[in-house]
């Protein structure tokens, strides 16, 4: 899948009836994932991307990061949950993350305890991606935006992703960070998370 576009981004988030931030006042920030329509289990094949604008000439400003959104295989092969591994449903999530610990090591953006994320469950122990209609649950959690490796550009997804949406490349995942921090101090620690399909654009 190409980089999106934001003027794609933005008339599919217009389509669907989301929220769009657009505050002048700069760094309001639209935090928007999106799927490859053709997803590979194991590879960082969709992307996430980040829009605002810049307070100091009005222009929008996006970044688009390598991502996956959905599971590794190492998650899809070795459940951890019973009903199978999480593969977060597309829509847009309201306040969904705030800036917290993942897993007790470093700050990313973390599903906060207690809000409902609506995710399939895939529980086929295979290397194919699964998002049935009818298998819908909201009883997800840890489902955090984060990094793969520390050190380098990850390749394969393997283990890094359980359901979280994870940046293949740490420089890009810094960059997500250092603008969610500015925005907290404007706006406060609540960060809204859409997630579209390819074929939304």
């Given amino acids: 899948m190409k980089r999106p576009e934001l003027t794609r981004i933005h008339a599919a988030m217009a389509r669907k ?11 309001d920030l639209n935090i928007i994932g999106v799927r490859s329509a053709n997803p590979r289990a194991n590879a960082f094949d969709d992307w996430l991307t980040v829009s605002y604008i810049d307070a100091a000439d009005g222009a929008w400003v996006i970044h688009a990061f390598a991502a996956t959104t959905d599971p590794g295989l190492t998650h899809l092969q070795n459940l951890s949950h ?4 999480a593969v977060l449903k597309e829509g847009q999530y309201r306040g969904s993350h705030q800036i917290a610990t993942h897993r007790g090591r470093y700050q990313a953006l973390c ?10 469950r895939d529980a ?5 991606v699964d998002q049935v209609p009818d298998q819908i649950f909201t009883n997800a959690t840890g489902i955090n935006l984060h990094r793969a490796s520390r050190t380098r550009r ?3 997804v393997d283990r890094w992703s359980a359901g979280c949406q994870v940046i293949a490349d740490p420089t890009d995942f ?3 960070m250092t603008l969610a921090r ?4 404007i706006y406060g620690n609540r960060f809204t998370y859409t997630l ?5 654009l």
């Fill in 17 to 27: 009836g989301y929220i769009i931030f657009s505050n002048p006042a700069g760094f």
């Fill in 82 to 85: 019973p009903d199978g591994t």
């Fill in 111 to 120: 599903q906060v305890p207690g809000y409902q994320l609506a995710v399939y």
């Fill in 124 to 128: 086929n122990y295979d290397d194919q």
């Fill in 154 to 156: 990850s390749t394969t």
């Fill in 174 to 176: 810094e960059i997500l």
């Fill in 182 to 185: 500015r925005a907290k101090h």
């Fill in 196 to 200: 579209l399909g390819e074929t939304d």
